[in-house]
């Protein structure tokens, strides 16, 4: 009988506990604060069929409750008060269910927007591992001394890894000048050439703008190689943001200078895609023509050939 009560015992410690849901965004601050715990918000609405999803499959989920467990949980109905309603709309209006992962003072490390148990809980239990073992031990670093490159690198990897560009990208940016200042304009190459094929894999092109263009102040012979990718991910940037005029004279500049570049069939794709968004018919085809003739064998020749019939059309 002792047998069975202790193995009914140690199953109950080992079920996960129900998650402690807060209702207010700023005392769960000042717990995450005391406790030096993460803060985690979660817009909710029960009249959403995601959101009730998300409630009876998501939540209870085993792996989830494990990993929310370990921080402070606030869960907030956009519709609600006009307080909750303003802090909806200070994290971007996103439709519910979607969920902020902050530090204790409330700083934004990562979005996680999935509603499968198998993709929220990992980014959850991430969110944890890179505030502690890599942000927090960076961001006391250089409290002491903000010239420290290398922690700054630290920050932008960590941020890198929780689908946060804007904060990577601030800190790569930051380590950057911190080379230029210290008179390592080698350094700093090395650490832009990384930082963009990173961003690369992760489309990230308004992110890494700013590093591009350092690309052409500290090397502007084009010693690095670096020229002609810098130039083209400051078109793809153009593009992206619906600048396309601007987008045009970036791309134009960079295909006469770097005509050899080992990208510029890319270079030439942006290139006709600006004039194409830009309503010049006629340039775009003459620039989708140059790929197809130039790079026979690439697989931008076979888009640039599917432009050129829509435009014919």
Same mark, same amino acid.
């Given at each position: 009988?002792?047998r069975i009560?202790?193995?009914?015992?140690?199953?109950?410690?080992l079920?996960?506990?129900?998650i402690?849901?807060?209702?207010?965004w700023?005392?769960?601050?000042?717990?995450?604060?005391?406790?030096?715990?993460l803060?985690?918000?979660?817009f909710?609405?029960?009249?959403?069929k +995601?959101?009730?999803?998300f409630?009876?499959?998501?939540?209870?989920n085993?792996?989830?409750?494990s990993a929310?467990?370990?921080h402070?949980c606030?869960k907030i /109905?956009p519709?609600?008060?006009?307080?909750e309603?303003?802090?909806?709309?200070?994290?971007?209006?996103a439709r519910?269910p979607?969920?902020?992962?902050? +530090?204790?003072d409330?700083k934004?490390?990562?979005?996680?927007?999935?509603?499968?148990?198998?993709?929220f809980?990992g980014?959850i239990a991430?969110?944890?591992?890179?505030?502690?073992?890599?942000?927090?031990?960076?961001?006391?670093?250089?409290?002491k001394?903000?010239d420290?490159?290398?922690k700054l690198?630290?920050?932008?990897?960590?941020?890198?890894k929780?689908?946060?560009?804007?904060?990577s990208a601030?800190?790569y940016n930051k380590?950057?000048?911190?080379l230029?200042k210290?008179?390592?304009?080698?350094?700093a190459l090395k650490l832009?050439?990384?930082?963009?094929?990173s961003?690369?894999?992760?489309?990230?092109?308004?992110?890494?703008r700013?590093?591009?263009?350092k690309?052409?102040e500290?090397?502007p012979?084009?010693?690095?190689k670096?020229?002609?990718?810098?130039?083209w991910i400051i078109g793809?940037?153009?593009?992206?943001?619906?600048k396309?005029p601007?987008?045009?004279?970036?791309m134009?500049?960079?295909?006469d200078?770097?005509? /050899?570049?080992?990208?510029m069939d890319?270079m030439?794709?942006?290139l006709?895609?600006?004039?194409?968004?830009?309503? /010049?018919k006629?340039?775009?085809?003459?620039?989708?023509?140059e790929?197809v003739?130039k790079?026979?064998n690439?697989?931008?020749?076979?888009?640039?050939?599917l432009?050129?019939?829509?435009l014919?059309?």
């Amino acid at each position: 009988m002792g047998r069975i009560i202790l193995a009914a015992v140690l199953a109950l410690s080992l079920t996960p506990q129900e998650i402690k849901w807060k209702t207010n965004w700023n005392e769960a601050l000042k717990e995450a604060k005391a406790t030096k715990k993460l803060a985690i918000l979660v817009f909710f609405n029960k009249g959403l069929k +995601d959101c009730q999803k998300f409630e009876a499959e998501t939540l209870p989920n085993p792996a989830v409750v494990s990993a929310l467990q370990q921080h402070i949980c606030v869960k907030i /109905d956009p519709e609600g008060t006009d307080e909750e309603n303003a802090l909806w709309q200070k994290f971007g209006q996103a439709r519910p269910p979607m969920t902020y992962v902050c +530090d204790p003072d409330g700083k934004l490390l990562t979005t996680v927007s999935a509603l499968k148990a198998e993709f929220f809980a990992g980014p959850i239990a991430s969110a944890g591992s890179a505030y502690f073992n890599k942000i927090q031990p960076a961001r006391e670093a250089l409290a002491k001394n903000p010239d420290q490159a290398d922690k700054l690198v630290l920050l932008g990897e960590a941020y890198e890894k929780l689908n946060n560009p804007e904060e990577s990208a601030a800190a790569y940016n930051k380590a950057v000048d911190v080379l230029i200042k210290k008179g390592d304009k080698a350094g700093a190459l090395k650490l832009i050439e990384a930082q963009l094929a990173s961003y690369y894999d992760a489309k990230w092109y308004v992110p890494a703008r700013a590093s591009c263009q350092k690309v052409a102040e500290i090397d502007p012979a084009d010693g690095s190689k670096l020229g002609a990718k810098a130039a083209w991910i400051i078109g793809m940037a153009d593009c992206k943001e619906g600048k396309f005029p601007h987008a045009v004279t970036v791309m134009k500049a960079a295909c006469d200078r770097f005509k /050899d570049a080992p990208n510029m069939d890319q270079m030439l794709f942006t290139l006709g895609s600006a004039y194409m968004y830009s309503r /010049d018919k006629e340039n775009a085809i003459a620039v989708f023509e140059e790929i197809v003739k130039k790079y026979p064998n690439s697989e931008t020749k076979n888009i640039a050939q599917l432009q050129i019939d829509k435009l014919r059309k």
